[in-house]
């Protein structure tokens, strides 16, 4: 069994950043990517972004060039830089991982943390 625990959420004036932290334990040795999904009520969860085994990054069209998914220095550690952010990007965040490297859609994973709320003012 994985757990996930989100932290760093909260309210925030546009164009101002936030870091989201996500705390992986249990048997985080089978896990091979991590991601970020968010979502708003009324709506279906979205990807914001992934990072697999090689650390390779894929973000959603909508967050690149202002978001970074990054490994902490604790390996059971993944973190959501988000600059710039938008009265858009409110929303619950959640943190999510697969045993396979290849996720991309929700059902794909395996683990879900709470979610944290992330709250942009205009």
């Known amino acids: 069994q994985v757990q996930l625990v989100e932290s760093g959420g909260g309210l925030v004036q546009a164009g101002g950043s936030l870091r989201l932290d996500c705390t992986v334990s249990?048997?985080?040795?089978?896990?091979?990517?991590m991601g970020w999904y968010r979502q708003t009520p009324g709506k279906q969860r979205e990807m914001v972004a992934l990072?697999?085994?090689?650390?390779?990054?894929n973000y959603a069209d909508s967050v690149k060039g202002r978001f970074t998914i990054t490994r902490g220095d604790a390996k059971n550690t993944v973190i959501l830089q988000m600059n710039s952010l938008k009265p858009e990007d409110t929303a619950v965040y959640y943190c999510?991982?697969?045993?396979?490297?290849?996720?991309?859609?929700?059902?794909?994973?395996?683990?879900w943390g709470q979610g944290t709320q992330v709250t942009v003012s205009s």
């Open positions: 990072l697999n085994s090689r650390r390779i990054p």
């Open positions: 999510a991982a697969s045993y396979s490297d290849y996720a991309h859609i929700t059902m794909d994973f395996n683990y």
């Open positions: 249990g048997d985080i040795l089978k896990i091979n990517l």
